[in-house]
């Protein structure tokens, strides 16, 4: 299994970023998917997760209504759209997928929101 993230970087207050997450290793199209972030010295929390087949979202209540998860289950692609950024909002980034019963992580983007 591999993910790499890519797409973060340093960004104005309500200004917008699209991260993508690319997967191999396993049928991405039957797995449910995550996006997390992690300031330093927290731990790392769920911004959105979407399942399989059918796409349905879930969003934490800190971003919901300026984020949207989507997936592209013909290229193995994650992606997350992130508008209307807030400095609370920089952190590093991480596509998940639970697989075999272990977590599996990419090696994360740092996004920086920022003046």
């Given at each position: 299994?591999?993910?790499?993230?890519?797409?973060?970087?340093?960004?104005?207050?309500?200004?917008?970023?699209?991260?993508?997450?690319?997967?191999?290793?396993?049928?991405?199209?039957?797995?449910?998917?995550?996006?997390?972030?992690?300031?330093?010295?927290?731990?790392?929390?769920?911004?959105?997760?979407?399942?399989?087949?059918?796409?349905v979202a879930d969003y934490a209540d800190s971003v919901k209504d300026r984020f949207i998860v989507?997936?592209?289950?013909?290229?193995?692609?994650?992606?997350?759209q992130m508008n209307d950024l807030t400095p609370e909002d920089t952190a590093v980034y991480y596509c998940g997928v639970r697989f075999r019963a272990e977590d599996y992580w990419g090696q994360g983007t740092q996004v920086t929101v920022s003046a």
């Amino acid at each position: 299994v591999q993910l790499v993230e890519s797409g973060g970087g340093l960004v104005q207050p309500g200004g917008s970023l699209r991260l993508s997450c690319s997967t191999s290793g396993f049928t991405f199209s039957s797995y449910f998917m995550k996006w997390y972030r992690q300031i330093p010295g927290k731990e790392r929390e769920m911004v959105a997760t979407i399942t399989g087949r059918e796409g349905v979202a879930d969003y934490a209540d800190s971003v919901k209504d300026r984020f949207i998860v989507s997936r592209d289950n013909s290229r193995s692609m994650l992606y997350l759209q992130m508008n209307d950024l807030t400095p609370e909002d920089t952190a590093v980034y991480y596509c998940g997928v639970r697989f075999r019963a272990e977590d599996y992580w990419g090696q994360g983007t740092q996004v920086t929101v920022s003046a």
